[in-house]
């Protein structure tokens, strides 16, 4: 299975500003997800990251709220922008390996925001 | 969609009681993956089980995709397995390209 990392692992942030999540995987793999997980919920994804063109954002999720790049086959970034508390939670970077359909995840990246 | 149901919401153990939680779906899938998510909130995965059971260790897996429901046990619980046990499916409507449903998943407690 892959290597997933994340970071940063934890922030506590200020409402208003944005912060990037990076996610970084140790082998090229194809489809790489966000998911948000609010605080004693599942998780909800986010997005699929493409490599090389515009993120597919799910019912619910816009572009300029949660803009992702994916500039290469291991590396991908989550932004949560103008954030608010109600942005609090755990963000979590997937892949999903391509003969099974297993998916693995990172350590996530837990946000407090004030 | 598909429903992905998990019961149940909660479970508290004593320290080497048996336990097994349940996961049905409401349409055929193409994946299921059993996670346990431990109180730092890491995400880790237990089976990847789309049918038949799977055995590790103290914890063991069985799925019955044509019933439409997955088992996951576990023997002689440690307070270590304490946390959230999450059931996800790929629906088969979705191709390989879906995208995975969890469900809300079941909050484990052992108490020594």
Known sequence: SAVISQKPSRDICQRGTSLTIQCQVDSQVTMMFWYRQQPGQSLTLIATANQGSEATYESGFVIDKFPISRPNLTFSTLTVSNMSPEDSSIYLCSVRQLLTGELFFGEGSRLTVL | ?112
């Open chain 2, 1 to 112: 969609g598909i429903q992905v149901e998990q019961s149940p919401p909660d479970l508290i153990l004593q320290e080497g009681a048996n336990s097994t939680l349940r996961c049905n779906f409401s349409d055929s899938v193409n994946n299921l993956q059993w996670f346990h998510q431990n109180p730092w909130g890491q995400l880790i995965n237990l089976f990847y089980i789309p049918s038949g059971t799977k055995q590790n260790g103290r914890l063991s897996a069985t799925t019955v995709a044509t019933e439409r429901y997955s088992l996951l046990y576990i023997s002689s619980s440690q307070t270590t397995d304490s946390g959230v046990y999450f059931c996800a499916v790929l629906p088969n409507y979705g191709g390989s390209q879906g995208n995975l449903i969890f469900g809300k998943g079941t909050k484990l407690s052992v108490k020594p």
